[in-house]
């Protein structure tokens, strides 16, 4: 049985609902959106996967993002713009030194991966 990537997205979830640490609040916050994009990332490639596209083994992030960002399909195209949205997200998330990732800003990213993650079901993705 393989992982269920949608997990990823309900432990997003959990962790901007239910921190028990207050001094760490923020990597509760940060490993919430980081959470948010591996879901919703995993779930498109392996979609492309699924359609028979080859996924390269460098710069897989960008591979993916383009090949729905490319598409002519219109969903699709959602899709890469809203992954390439949350990629930022992530980024700061995981490597910005600076404090400014708070609860609205995870509920944000958390928001879109479950945008992307609805669209991907109506493509068949899930």
């Not at 001094?23 to 948010?36: C, H, K, N, P, T």
């Not at 002519?72 to 992530?90: A, F, V």
Request: charged residues 25%; positive net charge; contains cysteine.
């Amino acid at each position: 049985m393989s992982f269920n990537w949608e997990s990823y997205i309900q432990l997003a979830d959990e962790l901007i609902a239910y921190q028990k640490q207050p001094s760490i609040l923020e990597a509760y916050y940060r490993s919430a959106i980081s959470r948010a994009y591996y879901g919703v990332f995993c779930i498109a490639r392996n979609f492309l996967i699924k359609k028979g596209i080859s996924i390269p083994k460098e710069n897989t992030h960008k591979f993916v993002r383009e090949q729905y960002t490319n598409s002519s399909n219109w969903l699709e195209k959602k899709i890469g713009t809203d992954l390439s949205r949350l990629l930022l997200d992530r980024k700061n998330a995981d490597y910005d030194d600076q404090p400014s990732i708070d609860v609205q800003r995870a509920k944000f990213a958390v928001q879109i991966s479950k945008e992307i993650f609805k669209n991907l079901q109506k493509l068949g993705a899930i």
